[in-house]
C-alpha cells in the first residue's frame, strides 16, 4: 500500500522534531556537567567581584590626579 506525499512530509516533520529534542537534551546534559565540574565553591559571582575591585582600585588611582581632562575643561571655558 502506498504512502501519499502527506504521510512522508508529516514522518520528515516528526523525524526533525524528534532529533530536535535529542539534540536539545544532549546540550542541557553538557551544560548541567560543565556547572557541577566548577563545584560549588568556584562561581562566577567570585570572579565578578574580583573584576569589580580591579576596576573600583582603577578609578581611585585615577581621581587622585589634580588635572584631569574634566577639570581642565571646566577652566578652559571660564565657569
Known sequence: MPRGR??????QKEQARQQKQRDKAERRTQRKQEKSEIGPGGNDMDD???HAEAQAAL???GSDEPDSDENANHRESGE
Open 59 to 61: 578609578f581611585r588611582i
Open 48 to 50: 565578578l567581584r574580583e
Open 6 to 11: 502527506s504521510t512522508f512530509n508529516k514522518r
